[in-house]
């Protein structure tokens, strides 16, 4: 991906608050969430029940899409993104799992304000390495759109595997 697409592409999710996770129920049916995020990067971090629908879609599938949409009032203002990604559940006691709770809380630091922190391993945290991106800008034309594909070099550590789904 040249600089301009990824620059496009943080703007996007750094912009974004929610983003929309589609995973595959065990009865075939994709179900969809609104959840909040934080990104390192490219990387997506999201924190949930550990007995959720969606963790146990992950542990059957770990291939999953997502949205995200910038605000806009017109449509020749939309942009966003419509990712494929592999999900990755972290373990409790991981560093990965202590960088995506610290993500998180830098990008809403006022989350535990609501209510006292969960029990612990109540919640579980999930990294989404994206494999494609789809970018969508309309204000370079209505239904303007580009594919993305995500390379060895636009992810640390990414490998050209994707998770399989297991019936």
């Known amino acids: ?20 996770l589609a995973t595959l129920r065990e009865d075939g049916y994709p179900q969809a969430n609104v ?13 949930t029940a550990r007995t959720s629908q969606k ?18 009032n017109v449509w020749n203002q939309i942009r966003g993104l419509s990712m494929a990604a592999t999900a990755h559940i ?8 202590a960088h995506a709770m610290d993500r998180l809380l830098a990008r809403f630091p ?6 006292p ?3 612990p391993g109540q919640v ?3 990294k989404l390495v994206p494999v494609v991106v789809n970018v ?16 060895a070099g636009d992810l640390p550590g990414k490998t050209t595997e994707s998770g399989a789904c297991g019936n």
């Not at 909040?36 to 990387?43: H, I, K, M, P, R």
């Not at 972290?90 to 799992?97: F, G, I, N, Q, T």
């Open 1 to 20: 991906m040249d600089a301009k697409q990824r620059q496009l592409i943080l703007e996007i999710i750094e912009s974004g608050r929610d983003l929309s």
């Open 35 to 47: 959840i909040g995020y934080a990104n390192d990067g490219l990387t997506l971090f999201f924190g």
């Open 55 to 72: 963790i146990k879609n992950i542990q059957r599938c770990e291939k999953v899409s997502m949205t995200i949409t910038m605000a806009y």
């Open 90 to 97: 972290l373990a409790d006691d991981s560093p990965e799992s």
């Open 110 to 115: 006022t989350a535990w304000d609501m209510s």
């Open 117 to 119: 922190p969960a029990e």
């Open 124 to 126: 579980v945290f999930v």
């Open 136 to 151: 969508i800008d309309y204000t370079r034309g209505f239904g303007h759109s580009e594919l993305v594909e995500i390379g």
